[in-house]
């Protein structure tokens, strides 16, 4: 009996884990209100091309963004099936290492968005 609640407990947590992950993401990732700032006389002082690495940033954000967004879909991809098989799986028996390697894999997946939400 209390194998069971400890396996029922650690699938539970695979499966809580990354979905936590996942919805502090889509937190951090909610557009904040633009602040304006005042130039200051270095600002002026600077040439005009100082604006191209402001373009190359906002380039690699926008990649940044969209490699976020596809990997928070597989992560819930792979949360759902990880539910389905944990629902099928009869709790007196050993979890399968499939469901270990899926656990391992969204790990790894909420890992790499939280990473790249960091910056």
């Given at each position: 009996m209390e194998?069971?609640?400890r396996r029922f407990m650690i699938a539970l947590w695979a499966v809580g884990v990354p979905l936590g992950i996942l919805a502090r993401t889509l937190a951090a990732q909610a557009p904040a209100s633009p602040q304006q700032r005042q130039p200051t006389l270095k600002d002026k002082d600077k040439d005009d091309d100082s604006n191209f690495p402001k373009t190359d940033a906002k380039i690699i954000l926008e990649a940044n963004?969209?490699?976020?967004?596809?990997?928070?879909?597989?992560?819930?991809?792979?949360?759902?099936?990880?539910?389905?098989?944990?629902?099928?799986?009869?709790?007196v028996q050993?979890?399968?290492?499939?469901?270990?390697?899926?656990t391992?894999?969204?790990?790894?997946?909420?890992?790499?968005i939280r990473a790249r939400a960091k910056g």
């Open positions: 194998n069971s609640r963004q969209k490699d976020i967004k596809k990997n928070v879909e597989r992560l819930f991809q792979l949360a759902s099936e990880l539910k389905t098989e944990v629902e099928k799986t009869d709790s050993v979890l399968s290492l499939a469901l270990l390697k899926k391992e894999e969204i790990e790894k997946l909420a890992k790499d």
